[in-house]
């Protein structure tokens, strides 16, 4: 039997007013006639809660846009759960944030692209900067822990430590800095968002600066590329041991992109229950343990560490989702990934609206 998952990630929607070049949502979304409905995703909270769940992350597309938000994070609260909302605050209301504070959330996440206006606006396909401003002095007047997510990658890295202060000048209780990690959207864009060698030894040293002279002030937490890494992460704590994303139409699945896996079967919530699915399913338990493997993960001391790295990358890069992690300086398949950085290290680093692939709106608002 597998153990009990620590984190619960409820997509509500699809629906956004971002079309950030980066998303990590898949290619095909789903649009709002599909959506979960509130009493089944209040019983699947009520499930999460039995299996021993600590944390709720409410998130999209943007949580914001469904009118039952507050009523869900009320439920979360009930049922003793930590409650966080991953937000671009794009038509977020001091209104609405009440409502939520009153309904028990206890944290909130607001994603900002850029230190300048320019180029915050164009990763995020719509002028959407200002916005985010404004909304992170709401968030301030109210008790609950402010979290500031920048995703850094080629375009914008080198404007990192603008970022930083930035999220300190907004009162920041944390700073996540994450690189891009290439799925979804990033894994179409790549070629415009793989930073190169240099740029990734300067963000380190930036990133190590900031978090010594802000001890104590600002959490600093950030994730170090997967293509310039010796060995892979730990995806996700390892495929279906820590956590479970439910899509909005009710998928249930290990990970973000796991939909990317050809030949996966997700089970539904509207089906079944949370506890069958985490303990039985096809799709959690395919991955699990270390019987699927072959070398060099197969007999290799660290595959207890990193449980082989993350399947969809090996999927994406290799075409084979039980291959090692690619990233992985263990693997055959090692040399694609450093002829990637070499192709980035060699050209310029340059972009314009022009040359990003966008989702579009239509995706999701029939």
């Known amino acids: 039997m597998a153990s009990a998952p620590l984190s619960l990630i409820l997509e509500l929607t699809h629906r956004c007013p971002l079309h950030c070049v980066y998303c990590s949502n898949p290619l095909e979304m789903q649009a709002r006639q599909n959506e979960v409905d509130t009493e089944t995703w209040k019983r699947v909270i009520d499930e999460a809660a039995n299996l021993g769940i600590l944390q709720l992350n409410l998130t999209g597309g943007e949580p914001t846009l469904r ?14 759960l930590y409650s966080n ?47 985010k401003l404004k909304a992170a002095e709401m968030i301030k007047k109210f008790k609950l822990a402010f979290t500031v997510n920048m995703v850094i990658h ?71 590329p997967d293509y310039f890494a010796k060995f892979p992460k730990a995806c996700m704590g390892g495929w279906g041991a820590t956590t479970i994303l439910i899509d909005p139409a009710g998928r249930v699945m290990p990970c973000h992109s796991a939909m990317v896996i050809p030949g996966m079967v997700f089970d539904n919530v509207r089906d079944q229950s949370l506890s069958q699915i985490w303990e039985k399913s096809e799709a959690f338990n395919r991955f699990r343990g270390d019987g699927w493997m072959k070398g060099p993960c197969s007999s290799c001391d660290r595959k207890a560490v990193d449980f082989g790295g993350c399947r969809c990358q090996a999927f994406l890069v290799t075409g084979d989702a039980a291959a090692t992690d690619p990233v992985c300086s263990l693997s055959p398949k090692r040399p694609q990934i450093k002829e990637l950085i070499e192709t980035a290290n060699g050209a310029p680093i340059s972009s314009s609206p022009q040359e990003w692939i966008y989702r579009k709106l239509k995706d999701t608002s029939s």
Request: neutral net charge; charged residues 25%.
């Open 67 to 80: 009118e039952d938000l507050a009523e869900l994070i009320a439920h979360g609260r009930e049922k003793k």
């Open 85 to 131: 909302v991953i937000t671009s605050a794009v038509g977020l209301t001091e209104e609405k944030l009440k409502q939520y504070v009153d309904a028990g959330l206890d944290h909130i996440q607001l994603s900002i692209q850029d230190a300048q206006a320019g180029p915050a606006n164009e990763y995020a396909g719509t002028k959407a900067h200002a916005l």
């Open 154 to 224: 080629r375009q914008n890295i080198s404007r990192l430590e603008e970022m930083i202060e930035l999220a300190i000048g907004l009162g920041a209780d944390r700073l996540e800095i994450a690189h891009v990690q290439y799925y979804g959207w990033a894994f179409k864009n790549r070629a415009l968002l793989l930073p190169t060698s240099e740029q990734v030894k300067k963000s380190m040293t930036i990133i190590y600066a900031a978090q010594e002279r802000l001890k104590g002030k600002v959490r600093i937490d950030f994730a170090t």
